[in-house]
């Protein structure tokens, strides 16, 4: 295999790289100006389940999600929503004036650039210039010990 | 081969009036986003083609020619951003990676916002920040969808760097878009593929990369080897010898069919073999690694002494090769299958000790290697019950993981933390930790029974294929799958029925 043993210069790794995947790590995305920087998980789920309804800055919420019985929709269910796609499509129809579906990455990133004060969830390796990707309990989703961070 | 269309096109570039100014001939060719091409500031257009002769020379594969066509174009143009960049990737000096990286840096403020995009890519990376890595990474892209080069770049990022297989396929396959017949587009998506186990996508792909560049031997290297991680032993055998034929001395080939026959229990051919190709190695440190390989032929036949006496005679050319991580290596592969638990003490202290020594490893290449020592203490420390060593390693990885971003780190604490766990029968606490890891052969072995216990026999019986048809041609899987194997066969499979919870 020339292209990864060659290119890999962290020569001692080339064994683990060739059989290693990484597990899925879901960023939490504002717009870049969005004064908010990090999150407890407790303020995430209270935003997420429309009980908090502002920013600090006074900014209403607006939470983007993908539909519920999408793998990207996966560890936020079961770690932030703990329940199943069922009931939060149920929530979903109660909250529908704070709630917007997308249904692609693309589309998931064209809101949170275009509709102030939205929050969303993408796959890390996806987000863009434009969005600000929020830390949870002080950390990034490529850091151990996040919380929307698994298989 | 269309890569060198590019080529021509910036050689033309030469031609223009000489009155031409600096400033317009860095604005050509394309206009900037919307165009096929990323804008490339120089103030010389033979550092330009240069420059990108490099990058064609890399997506080949051919890198001291990369780097040199690079080198000549600083010369021409000593303030030429992209290409100290591109050195600061491909060098393996750290010493020269930091000053080509310090060089970029200090001429960030002479080319367009995209090349300081293109900057922020690779230098934010060299810095473990991932976010604007990507950040980077994917505005570009965005800006450029049909710069075949960027999405080469970017789907090596995504595979080689974080082991995102199927983001870095997606990508591969829009520079495959552009350019159906783009060698190293190619040659990555057959990985990307294989990688996911998507071998029926793979094999067509790889034969087509052959189609492409039928003089070369890396194609025919690389099929070799997709065949060789299906189990597809013969065959490989067969396009290793393909490769060879092309090119006697080509050494990742010499070592592929090495790794095949020593994955194919020949283990006689395979050290023969392991010899052949330590002669043709491309540097020292690549002897060593693959000196390394040949000493696991002896755990492979269970012959332990004369592991021992391999696995020291790769330590000492490493240390002669002033590879301080290899080193390192070789004394804590040592003390994964000793026995005797004062012997694999000894080893493991080596191992540490020879990390403190003069030599080139860079400082993130030690802390892996460190992180690699501390899981190996862990995991024997948990293997005799000594569970309160255990748990203080595993504080200092902890410590080191903390710390860092890096993948390699980060992978040796989750398996550490579910290997204590797994001690401790915490199984669903193990079992997110594991996944971290989810295909190391001491890992997926642990989470075989994590699952079973778990009460996910789905799982567990995926994984145990999973496991059972791994043909990757390290130590660790020396070590765990031919007994894994064994005892499989042994055995009823592991419960086939599928839990509702077990989704």
Same mark, same amino acid.
């Given at each position: 295999m020339k292209t990864f043993r060659l290119i890999i210069f962290g020569i001692i790794f080339v064994c683990v790289a060739e059989c290693m995947c990484a597990a899925k790590q879901m960023a939490v995305i504002v717009h =870049?100006?969005?004064?908010?920087?990090d999150v407890t998980t407790a303020e995430l789920s209270k935003i997420f389940k429309c009980?908090?309804? =502002?920013?600090a800055s006074g900014s209403a919420i607006t939470i983007v999600l993908r539909?519920?019985?999408?793998?990207?929709m996966e560890l936020l269910l079961s770690r932030i929503y703990k329940t199943n796609p069922e009931d939060l499509r149920n929530f979903i129809a109660q909250h529908h004036d704070n709630v917007v579906i997308v249904d692609s990455n693309e589309a998931m990133l064209n809101a949170i650039h275009t509709i102030p004060g939205a929050i969303g969830l993408i796959d890390v390796f996806r987000i863009d210039h434009e969005v600000k990707v929020l830390k949870i309990d002080g950390k990034l989703p490529v850091e151990y010990g996040y919380i929307l961070r698994g298989n | 081969m269309k890569n060198h269309l590019h080529v021509h096109r910036w050689v033309l570039l030469a031609l223009l009036p000489a009155a031409i100014t600096a400033a317009a001939a860095a604005q050509t060719p394309g206009t900037g986003a919307g165009s096929d091409r990323m804008l490339i500031t120089t103030s010389s257009p033979e550092a330009r083609a240069l420059f990108e002769q490099g990058i064609v020379a890399w997506e080949n594969l051919h890198i001291p020619q990369a780097l040199q066509c690079w080198q000549d174009a600083i010369k021409k143009d000593p303030n030429f951003l992209l290409a100290h960049l591109y050195i600061s990737e491909r060098i393996p000096d750290p010493d020269q990676q930091a000053a080509e990286r310090k060089k970029a840096l200090a001429l960030?403020?002479?080319?367009?916002p995209d090349e300081r995009l293109m900057a922020e890519w690779i230098l934010d990376e060299s810095r473990d920040d991932t976010i604007g890595t990507l950040a980077a990474m994917n505005e570009l892209l965005v800006r450029y969808p049909r710069d075949k080069h960027l999405y080469w770049f970017a789907a090596l990022t995504m595979g080689a760097?974080?082991?995102q297989w199927e983001r870095a396929a997606e990508l591969a396959e829009q520079a495959v878009r552009v350019d159906p017949d783009f060698a190293g587009a190619l040659n990555n998506l057959g990985y990307d593929y294989a990688f996911q186990g998507k071998f029926d996508q793979a094999f067509p792909v790889m034969r087509h990369y052959i189609e492409v560049l039928p003089t070369e031997p890396n194609p025919q290297d690389s099929y070799a080897e997709i065949l060789r991680m299906a189990g597809r032993f013969d065959e490989a055998v067969e396009h290793y010898h393909a490769s060879l034929k092309l090119e006697p001395n080509f050494g990742e080939s010499l070592l592929g069919l090495a790794d095949t026959y020593a994955l194919m229990g020949r283990e006689d051919d395979a050290r023969a073999q392991y010899e052949v190709a330590i002669q043709h190695a491309y540097t020292r440190a690549y002897a060593v690694q693959w000196k390394l390989k040949w000493a696991a032929t002896y755990l492979r036949e269970k012959r332990f002494s004369d592991a021992d006496a391999a696995f020291q005679s790769a330590a000492k050319m490493a240390h002669e090769s002033s590879v301080g991580g290899l080193e390192a290596e070789a004394y804590r592969t040592m003390a994964l299958y000793q026995t005797d638990e004062a012997a694999a003490a000894r080893w493991l202290q080596k191992a540490k000790e020879s990390l403190d020594h003069p030599h080139d490893t860079s400082q993130t290449a030690r802390q892996q290697q460190l992180a690699l020592i501390y899981r190996t203490s862990i995991y024997r420390a948990v293997q005799r019950g000594r569970m309160l060593e255990a748990e203080k390693t595993l504080e200092q990885l902890s410590k080191i993981a903390s710390a860092s971003h890096n993948p390699g780190i980060d992978v040796a604490f989750h398996a550490s933390a579910g290997t204590v766990l797994m001690a401790k029968r915490k199984w669903l606490e193990a079992i997110p930790h594991l996944e971290e890891d989810a295909n190391d052969p001491y890992s997926m072995e642990l989470l075989v029974n994590a699952y079973q216990k778990a009460g996910l026999p789905a799982k567990a019986e995926r994984t145990a294929k999973e496991l059972a048809a791994l043909n990757a041609p390290s130590v660790e899987q020396a070590l765990v799958v031919p007994e894994f194997r064994a005892k499989r066969n042994q055995k009823q499979p592991v419960n086939s029925a599928s839990s509702a919870a077990d989704k």
């Open positions: =870049k100006s969005n004064g908010a920087q009980d908090t309804r =502002k920013w539909d519920p019985a999408t793998p990207e | 960030m403020d002479s080319v367009t760097n974080y082991h």
